[in-house]
C-alpha cells in the first residue's frame, strides 16, 4: 500500500488546491478514494490553533497524511487531501471489511518549533469515523460532514459548547462494488452486543487487568464463515441499568476520540421484556432481569456489520432451517502474558490453546425464517463450553475462539493499553507469520510426541483431562451466576419476504365468485296481483255494462228483484255472452294475469312430473283466484276489504334463540328453517350467514358451510373472522393453499387479532411448517397480553361495558360486537375471574371462537396446544370447553371425566354445573341433573346457557309432577328469553294445575310465537275440551294430528279426553 501523492482537481465546490504535487496517485480500477476537503469551526477544539494535518487511516493501516495547512481565524482548514486503497473481493480490503470497519481519519495540531528542537511537534486534535457503508448499497459517491471529536488530550470541548466542528469527507469510486444481483439478492447483517448481565463473582475489576470477549460466526462469501469478534467489554459495578436510548459504537480498539466511538443515528432502544425474542422474557423474570440489570455486568454496546452475498443469503436460511441454534461464545482473557519467565515452545502452544471462562449461548434463529422477520433481540442464557453439548444444540465441531485463539494473544499483547493504532498496524500484517509459526511449533510438538508415545501417554491424558476439568469449573460459574447475554440481530432485507396485502385481496377475490347487483323487477308477485284485480274489475264493468244494455238499469227506489227473475236473466246475459264472443274475449284478458300469478306468486316455470301434482295445484290455484275476484268485486263495490290477520314479526334475536333451541333439541330441520328467515330478512347481514355455516359445520355439511362462509366475505372481503372460518373450511376441504391464503389475509387485516394469530399457527403447524407456526404464536401472546394490559389499566371502565355486553348478548352472540372488542373483553373477563387459575392463553382464546362455529378439528389441535403449554396445571377453562366439545360429540364418559377435573379447580364456577346438568340429562339421569341445574340457578352470576337451563329444569320438574316449580323456572325463562317453548312450558304447568285461564294465554302465545307446534295445538285441543268449546277443540285436534303429534302419552291423554267428553274429534 503507496502513500498517495497528488490529489485530482477538486470539484466546483471544493477550495482550490493547495496541496503540494506528489501526495496523491492516479484514479485505479476497484480504487476506493477518499478526499477530506476541509474543516470547519477548529477553534472550538482548541482556540489558538494556527497549523493542523489530516491523516486518514483505514483497516489499521494509514494511508496518508496532508500537507500541513494553516488554520483561518474562523477555524476553517482546506486540505484537499485524497487517499485511496485498492477494493477486492478476495483481498485484505473487501465487502467483509467495508461493511465492519470505517475510515479513521484525525486531525493533528503541528506545533511551531522551538529553539534547540531539530523537528517539529505534533499533537493531536481530534478524530472522525468515517461509514463506508453506501458504497455496498449502490452508491459509487457520496459527501458526508462527519463530526470531529476532540481526542482525551486535547482541550476540553466544554470551552465552545455550541461549536460545531467537523470534517467535509468525498468518498468515490469509479464503479459500484457490487454488481445489480449482489445488491438486490445480498443482504447485510449487524450484530449488536449490548451486555452480559449477572457474572460471575470472579469478575473483579481489581488485580490482573482482563479483555471480555465474545464471538459467533456467519456466513459471507458462500460458504466461507466471517467471526464478528466483540472485545474490550467494560467491566461495570452495581449501580443504575444503562441509559436508554443509548448510541450504537464501533469496533475500534486504539481510538483516542471517545466520542468517535458513537455511530451516528444508530442508537439501542430497548422495550418491554414481553417483546423480546430470546428466554427470560416472562412475567415471572422481570424481576430477575431488572435486579442483574443494576449489579455487576459487562458493557459492550457495539455493533458489528457484515454483508451477506447471494450464495451466503442462502446458506444462512439453509443452516438456520438445519439448526436453529447458534453458538455464541464468550471468554475472559489476561491482557498481560501469564509469566515473564522463559516458556518452551510445547508450553506456549498449550497456552495459546487455553479459554478462560470459556461459556456460549445458544441463539435462537428461528424467527429470521419467518416471513417479513428482520429482527431479533432479547436475553440469552450462558452456559458452560463443552463440546459435545455444542455440537448436539448447533451442529457445530469447532470453537470459534479456540481457532482464533492465536489472533487473540496478537492483540492481547499489542493493543493491551490505549494509544495510537500503530500497534494495531503491526499486528495485522504479522497475522499470516504468526500462523505459520504456531503451525510449526503444533507439528514439532506432534513429532516430539509421538516419538515419546509410550513414555508420555498416561501423563498427558491426565494433564490434558486436568486442564478440561479446569476450564469446565471455570465456565459453570456462568450458569450459577444465571449469567445471560443481551444481544440483538438484525437484517437489512427478511429472509422470507411477507406477502403484499395486495396480493393477497387480489388472490382471495379471484376465489369468491363476483356478487352483480340483483337486476331491477318491475314485477313480482304483487303486481301479478294487482293486475288480476284489474282485469277482473275491467270485465265486471264490462258485464255490468252487458246487463245494463239487455235489461235497462234498476231504478233505486224500485224494490229487491225475485229469485225466479234473476235467474232468467242470467241465462240470457250468459247467453249473449257466449253468441257474440265476449266471454271468450274475457277469458283471453284474465289468461295473462294468471300466467304472472302462476309464475310469480307460485314460482311455477316447470312441468308438473305427476297429473296428481297438476290437479293439485290446479285446485289450489283455483282456490286463490277465487278468493282474489271476490277481493277484486268488493273494492270495485266500494265496499270496506277485509282486514288481514296480524302477523307476528319475530326479531332477529328471535329467531337466533328459536334456532339454537332447534339444535339443542335435535330438530335441525326447524333450525335450518329459522336460519334461513334470517337471512332472507337480511342477505346482506354478515353475521346471518357465518351463524347458518356455523349450523351446517354441526350437520358435518363442509361444502354448504364453505359456500355461507364465502357469502359472508363476498359481503365484506375485510372481514377477519369471515376470512378465518373460510380458511378453516379450507383446511377441512384438503384445499391447503386456499386456506394460506385465508389466513396470512386475516392476519393482516387484523393486526391485533389474537385469534386470527393463534388459527394461523395451528394451521402452519398442521403443514409441518414449525417455524412460521412458532412465529405465529409468539405473534398472537404479544397481542394477548398487550390487550390484558390495556384492560387492567381501564379495570373498571372495561368492567362496565363487558357487563353492558354481556346482558345484551347473553344468549344471542357476537352480533354488533366489533371484533376487537370482543377478544379484548373476552380477555379482561377471564383476567379478572381469579379463582387461582393460570392466565388466559391463546389457545384458549381460539378455542372459544372455534366452539361458537363448530370447528372440531381446529379445537382439538387448540386443546392439545394448551395441554402442552400449562406446565403449572391446567385451567378449569381448559377441561370445561373439552367437555363441551365431548358433550358435542356425545364421548360421555370423557366428558364426566373432565367436568370432575374442572368442578375441583373451580368450584363456584356455573357453566360447569351447567354442563354437568347437560351431561346428566342426555344421560336420563334426571335426579343428578336436577340438582346440577337447581345450584346453577342459584349462583349470583348466570352461566353462559341459562336459557338452556331453564327449560330442562323445567321439564324436569313437569315429569317429576312437581308444576308450581316448573311454572315459575318457565316464566322466569319468559322473563329472560321467551320462546314458543317456553311459553309451552307455562302453558303446561297451569293446566296442570287446572289454571286454564292463564293456560290459554300461555299456549296462545306459544302459537303465536310458533304456529307449527304439535304439541301446542294438543294442549290447546285439551284447554277447548275443559271449556266445552267442541268447533275449537275439533280445529286444535285436526292441526296437531297434521302436524304430526309425536308425543305419544299426550296423544293417548288427548284421545281418552275426547272419548270421556264425546266430542273434539270430527270422526266419531
Excluded at 124 to 133: I, K, N, S, T
Excluded at 159 to 176: D, F, Q, R, Y
Excluded at 214 to 238: D, H, R, S, T, Y
Excluded at 286 to 297: D, L, V, W
Aim: glycine share 6%.
Amino acid at each position: 500500500m503507496e502513500v498517495p501523492a497528488e490529489p485530482p482537481a477538486p470539484k466546483e465546490s471544493s477550495p482550490p488546491d493547495t496541496s503540494d504535487p506528489g501526495e496523491s496517485q492516479p484514479l485505479l480500477t476497484n480504487v476506493v478514494q477518499i478526499t477530506v476537503v476541509k474543516a470547519q469551526d477548529l477553534k472550538s477544539i482548541k482556540s489558538d490553533a494556527s497549523m493542523t494535518l489530516v491523516r486518514v487511516e483505514y483497516n489499521g493501516v494509514t494511508l496518508g497524511d496532508s500537507s500541513k495547512t494553516d488554520v483561518s481565524p474562523h477555524g476553517m482548514a482546506n486540505y484537499n487531501f485524497t487517499a485511496s486503497f485498492e477494493y477486492s473481493p478476495d483481498g485484505p480490503n473487501s465487502w467483509v471489511d467495508i461493511a465492519q470497519k470505517p475510515a479513521l481519519l484525525t486531525v493533528i495540531e503541528v506545533l511551531q518549533k522551538e529553539k534547540k528542537q531539530k523537528e517539529e511537534k505534533t499533537m493531536p486534535l481530534g478524530q472522525a469515523v468515517l461509514d463506508l457503508l453506501p458504497l455496498l448499497q449502490g452508491q459509487c459517491s457520496f459527501t458526508v460532514l462527519a463530526p470531529l471529536h476532540a481526542v482525551s488530550t486535547s482541550p476540553s470541548e466544554s470551552l465552545h459548547p455550541e461549536g460545531k466542528c467537523a470534517l467535509e469527507v468525498s468518498v468515490c469510486t469509479k464503479k459500484p462494488l457490487l454488481s445489480p444481483s449482489q445488491l438486490s439478492d445480498g443482504n447485510f447483517m449487524s450484530v449488536t452486543l449490548e451486555a452480559a448481565c449477572s457474572v460471575p463473582e470472579a469478575f473483579v475489576p481489581n488485580g490482573p487487568s482482563h479483555n471480555y470477549m465474545a464471538c459467533l460466526q456467519v456466513p459471507a462469501v458462500g460458504k466461507k464463515e466471517v467471526p464478528l469478534l466483540f472485545m474490550n467489554g467494560i467491566l461495570k459495578l452495581g449501580g443504575d441499568k444503562e441509559p436508554l436510548p443509548r448510541p450504537k459504537k464501533w469496533f475500534l480498539p486504539n481510538i483516542m476520540a471517545p466520542g468517535a466511538l458513537n455511530i451516528p443515528n444508530s442508537f439501542i432502544l430497548g422495550g418491554p421484556y414481553e417483546d423480546e425474542d430470546g428466554e427470560l422474557n416472562k412475567t415471572k423474570d422481570r424481576e430477575f432481569r431488572i435486579r442483574a440489570e443494576s449489579k455487576k455486568r459487562i458493557v459492550w454496546d457495539t455493533e458489528q456489520r457484515c454483508y451477506l452475498d447471494p450464495a451466503a443469503v442462502l446458506i444462512l436460511k439453509k443452516r438456520i432451517a438445519e439448526c436453529q441454534y447458534w453458538p455464541v461464545e464468550v471468554c475472559r482473557m489476561p491482557m498481560t502474558p501469564s509469566s515473564k519467565g522463559k516458556t518452551s515452545k510445547a508450553d506456549k502452544g498449550d497456552e495459546d490453546r487455553q479459554i478462560f471462562f470459556h461459556g456460549v449461548a445458544y441463539v435462537n434463529m428461528m424467527p429470521l425464517l419467518c416471513p417479513g422477520v428482520k429482527r431479533i433481540r432479547g436475553a440469552f442464557r450462558v452456559f458452560a463450553y463443552q463440546d459435545s453439548e455444542v455440537l448436539e444444540k448447533t451442529k457445530r465441531q469447532q470453537s470459534v475462539l479456540r481457532d482464533l485463539r492465536p489472533q487473540i494473544s496478537l492483540i492481547k499483547e499489542g493493543s493491551g493499553t490505549p494509544g495510537t493504532s500503530s500497534s494495531l498496524s503491526r499486528a495485522v500484517p504479522s497475522k499470516t507469520q504468526k500462523e505459520d509459526k504456531e503451525k510449526m511449533t503444533r507439528e514439532h510438538e506432534l513429532h516430539r510426541r509421538m516419538s515419546n508415545l509410550t513414555r508420555t501417554q498416561l501423563s498427558d491424558a491426565a494433564e490434558e483431562a486436568a486442564s478440561a476439568s479446569s476450564l469446565s469449573l471455570d465456565g459453570k460459574q456462568y450458569v450459577e451466576a444465571g449469567t445471560f447475554l443481551v444481544m440483538e440481530i438484525k437484517l437489512d432485507k427478511a429472509l422470507v419476504p411477507k406477502r403484499q396485502q395486495e396480493e393477497l385481496t387480489k388472490r382471495v377475490k379471484e376465489m369468491i365468485p363476483p356478487r352483480p347487483l340483483l337486476p331491477p323487477r318491475p314485477g313480482g308477485a304483487k303486481k301479478a296481483v294487482e293486475d288480476y284485480h284489474n282485469h277482473v274489475a275491467n270485465i265486471a264493468v264490462a258485464i255490468l255494462s252487458e246487463y245494463h244494455e239487455l235489461f235497462g238499469k234498476q231504478p233505486p227506489d224500485q224494490g229487491a228483484t225475485d229469485h225466479q227473475t234473476l235467474e232468467e236473466q242470467r241465462r240470457q246475459l250468459n247467453f249473449e255472452l257466449n253468441s257474440s264472443g265476449k266471454y271468450f274475449a274475457f277469458k283471453e284478458q284474465l289468461k295473462y294475469a294468471v300466467v304472472k300469478i302462476v309464475r310469480e306468486k307460485y314460482l311455477k316455470t316447470t312441468a308438473f312430473e305427476t297429473q296428481e301434482q297438476f290437479q293439485a295445484f290446479l285446485s289450489e290455484l283455483y282456490v286463490y283466484l277465487v278468493d282474489q275476484m271476490h277481493v277484486a268485486l268488493n273494492q270495485l263495490l266500494y265496499e270496506e276489504a277485509a282486514s288481514p290477520v296480524p302477523r307476528i314479526h319475530m326479531t332477529d334475536e328471535q329467531l337466533w334463540l328459536y334456532a339454537r333451541e332447534a339444535e339443542v333439541n335435535k330438530d335441525y330441520k326447524l333450525a335450518s328453517l329459522y336460519h334461513q328467515q334470517r337471512i332472507a330478512k337480511d342477505q346482506r347481514n354478515i353475521q346471518y350467514w357465518l351463524d347458518y355455516g356455523a349450523f351446517c359445520l354441526l350437520l358435518e355439511d363442509t361444502l354448504k358451510a364453505q359456500e355461507c362462509f364465502r357469502e359472508a366475505l363476498s359481503l365484506d372481503p375485510r372481514h377477519v373472522r369471515s376470512l378465518l372460518l373460510c380458511g378453516i373450511v379450507a383446511v377441512m376441504l384438503q384445499h391447503y393453499e386456499e386456506a394460506e391464503i385465508f389466513f396470512e389475509d386475516a392476519c393482516c387485516l387484523g393486526p391485533s387479532s389474537v385469534v386470527a394469530r393463534t388459527l394461523s399457527g395451528l394451521f402452519y403447524e398442521l403443514q409441518n411448517n414449525n417455524i412460521q407456526a412458532e412465529m405465529a404464536f409468539r405473534e398472537a401472546k404479544k397481542r394477548l397480553q398487550a390487550q390484558q394490559a390495556r384492560e387492567r389499566s381501564n379495570a373498571g371502565e372495561g368492567k362496565k361495558t363487558m357487563s353492558a355486553t354481556s346482558v345484551g348478548s347473553s344468549s344471542l352472540g357476537p352480533e354488533g360486537v366489533p371484533e376487537a372488542a370482543e377478544e379484548e373483553a373476552s380477555a379482561s373477563e377471564t383476567d379478572s375471574e381469579g379463582h387461582g387459575e393460570p392466565p388466559c392463553t391463546i389457545f384458549m382464546k381460539a378455542v372459544e371462537f372455534l366452539m361458537q362455529f363448530n370447528a372440531i378439528q381446529f379445537v382439538r389441535m387448540a386443546l392439545a396446544h394448551e395441554l402442552l403449554s400449562q406446565q403449572e396445571g391446567l385451567s378449569s377453562a381448559y377441561y370445561l370447553a373439552l367437555a363441551r366439545m365431548c358433550l358435542l360429540k356425545e364421548e360421555f364418559s370423557k366428558c364426566e371425566e373432565c367436568l370432575y377435573n374442572a368442578i375441583r379447580i373451580d368450584f363456584l364456577n356455573p357453566d360447569v354445573w351447567a354442563q354437568k346438568g347437560h351431561l346428566c340429562y342426555l344421560r336420563r339421569d334426571l335426579q343428578e341433573a336436577k340438582e346440577c341445574y337447581e345450584r346453577t340457578v342459584r349462583f349470583v352470576e348466570d352461566a353462559e346457557d341459562m336459557h338452556f337451563v331453564y327449560l330442562r329444569l323445567g321439564s324436569i320438574y313437569l315429569e317429576d309432577k312437581e308444576y308450581g316449580k316448573a311454572k315459575q323456572i318457565y316464566l322466569q325463562a319468559c322473563k329472560s328469553s321467551a320462546s314458543c317453548l317456553t311459553w309451552l312450558g307455562v302453558g303446561i304447568a297451569c293446566y296442570r294445575l287446572e289454571e286454564m285461564v292463564e293456560a290459554e294465554d300461555a299456549l296462545s302465545e306459544a302459537n303465536a310465537l310458533n304456529n307449527s307446534n304439535a304439541e301446542v295445538w294438543a294442549y290447546l285441543a285439551l284447554v277447548c275440551l275443559q271449556g266445552g268449546r267442541q268447533l275449537e277443540a275439533e280445529q286444535c285436534y285436526k292441526y296437531a294430528t297434521k302436524l304430526g303429534l309425536a308425543d305419544p302419552a299426550l296423544l293417548q291423554e288427548l284421545h281418552a279426553t275426547q272419548q270421556r267428553l264425546g266430542f273434539g274429534d270430527p270422526s266419531f
